[in-house]
């Protein structure tokens, strides 16, 4: 990649250079961001990294300027900052910059950092795959016990959540052992048990400093805040959401879009008792759709809706990942039907109708053990491949990590 670094002070930009360089690319300094912007037609950087604090133009005016001519849509824009505020990352990321690092720059990782900013992919972390309820011993040591929770990384935004099911006290620890200010969003698919009962017990909305949005659907009249605080009246846990130390943001969701830090998240109300939401996450042109609790119903069934399965397939198409509600085979759903959950053979069809491109299993019931699930995966591979679908199927194990 050909490269402008941009920082008034010249130590930096050669620095930052020696470091590019050595990686391979090919680099042009500049200590004024006049001459920068000034060279960015003749030059045709693929990337920009720029300081913030530059007398002539600062870096985030820079920015803006180089991201408001359509000719240089291909140009990226990486801020390289001593400021280390969230309101200048945040503006960073709304004058057009794929992403924000920190000086001093860290002589191990700059480059693996900067590759990731600039990758456009989205890292997925498995912290609990069940269903229903937490499920420990030797049946599922393998693929895990724990409920419903997945953290979605794009770039160095603030972390997503999806779900606090008994998975999101691994990542409380996870998160603890970093030792660094936390700013991350709660994405609530619904307020059933095994997807909202280990938020009390997730820390990191305890400490002081952490900010946290807690985000998801009401229920009638009953907002998103009082979902979530009702668990934690002092009746059915002992602490209540005033000992949050951290600042804590409630929001209510319906379908919409909502969009931050270059990330743009679609929510769909799903076929699920009472209100739950799908999620769609698209980020620098890569899509990731979490699709949990939800049922398709089978044809032929008097609540069967080919509408809304188009509607769902046409929400999820052409997605890197589908992550979704797969809790029985074909077998145990004739007895299951109208519990709220998918089969095997209605996800094969929506994967294929959407023409995902790699689809995940979630949301195992509870009575299945690692065997059961093995089992399960290979009923989805010969029901994909009778479809004649070439979506890559697996179903991941807590702690697997995905990139796209």
């Known amino acids: 990649m050909k490269f402008f670094v941009v920082d008034d002070e010249e130590s ?9 360089e050595g990686a391979g690319h090919e680099v042009v300094g500049f200590t004024s961001s006049n001459q920068a912007l000034e060279s960015v037609k003749s030059g045709q950087p693929d990337c920009l990294i720029v300081d913030i604090m ?160 807690i985000l998801g659907a009401r229920h009638g009249e009953t907002t998103m805040r009082e979902l979530m605080s009702a668990q934690m009246d002092g009746i059915y846990f002992p602490i209540t959401i005033r000992e949050f130390g951290a600042r804590v943001f409630f929001r209510d969701l319906g379908e919409e879009t909502i969009e931050f830090d270059n990330i743009t998240v679609k929510t769909m109300l799903l076929s699920h008792p009472g209100n739950c939401l799908g999620y769609r996450i698209e980020y620098q042109g890569k899509s990731i759709c979490y699709i949990t609790d939800n049922e398709m119903f089978n044809p032929g069934e008097p609540s069967h809706n080919p509408g809304y399965i188009q509607h769902l397939a046409d929400f999820c198409h052409g997605a890197d990942a589908l992550i979704t509600d797969t809790t029985y085979t074909d077998a145990e759903y004739l007895s299951k039907a109208g519990w709220g959950h998918s089969s095997v053979g209605q996800v094969a069809e929506l994967a294929a109708r959407a023409e995902v491109e790699n689809l995940y299993l979630f949301h195992h019931d509870p009575d299945q053990t690692d065997d059961d699930i093995d089992a399960k995966l290979e009923e989805m591979k010969n029901a994909l491949k009778m479809l004649g679908s070439n979506v890559t199927c697996l179903a991941p194990r807590e702690g697997d990590q995905i990139k796209h």
Not at 12 to 20: D, G, Q, S
Not at 76 to 97: H, N, P, Q, W
Not at 118 to 141: I, K, M, N, Q, Y
Not at 158 to 187: E, V
Request: hydrophobic content about 40%.
């Open 12 to 20: 930096m930009v050669k620095a930052t250079t020696i470091l590019l």
């Open 54 to 213: 530059m007398p002539e133009m600062d870096g985030l005016e820079l920015c803006r300027k180089v991201k408001s001519d359509p000719e240089n849509s291909h140009i990226r824009v990486i801020v390289l900052s001593a400021k280390t505020y969230e309101f200048d990352r945040s503006r960073a990321c709304d004058m057009g910059a794929s992403g924000y690092l920190t000086k001093p720059i860290k002589l191990d990782s700059f480059i693996s950092e900067l590759e990731q900013l600039l990758g456009d992919t989205f890292t997925a972390t498995f912290w609990g795959v069940r269903g229903t309820l937490p499920v420990p011993g030797e049946s599922s040591l393998r693929y895990g016990g724990n409920t419903s929770c997945v953290a979605i990384q794009c770039g160095n935004a603030p972390l997503m959540i999806f779900d606090a099911g008994s998975g999101i006290k691994a990542l409380s620890d996870h998160m603890m052992g970093m030792n660094q200010r936390i700013t991350a969003k709660i994405f609530i698919s619904h307020p059933h048990w095994d997807h909202i009962n280990a938020l009390p017990f997730f820390v990191p909305l305890y400490i002081p400093g952490n900010e946290f949005e």
